[in-house]
């Protein structure tokens, strides 16, 4: 795997708005943790689990963020895994971990915010 191929069609797809496009880096059994599901979803483990769920919260967040635009700054690979730092909503940046399954797509996934 390419992490900086992934990397940029990752970002590339989330700043498209697709949703389609966004979820076909996901495995269905994809567990997000990140601050914004906590503040946001008001869900204290910070954490959703399956791609039904975690979608249903990426839409909201598209209509509530409609200019939502990441821009990319560095990403690092590790086993079976990427970490992307960018440039996030809020003028935060962003460190998140992703970890691949066996077919290559994201099954897990945790967010690190400035």
């Not at 910070?46 to 700054?73: C, M, T």
């Not at 990427?82 to 077919?103: G, P």
Request: one cysteine or more; proline letters at 2%.
């Amino acid at each position: 795997m390419d992490a900086q191929n992934f990397a940029n069609a990752w970002i590339q797809s989330w700043n498209s708005h697709n949703m389609e496009d966004i979820l076909s880096h996901y495995a269905e059994d994809i567990e997000v943790t990140t601050p914004m599901i906590k503040m946001a979803a008001g869900i204290e483990s910070g954490s959703l689990k399956g791609k039904a769920l975690v979608a249903d919260y990426w839409k909201k967040a598209l209509v509530k963020i409609p200019d939502l635009h990441f821009e990319l700054i560095d990403v690092t690979a590790g086993v079976n895994s990427v970490a992307l730092y960018y440039k996030s909503i809020m003028n935060k940046t962003c460190v998140e971990v992703m970890f691949f399954n066996n077919e290559g797509l994201v099954n897990r996934m945790f967010a690190h915010y400035s």
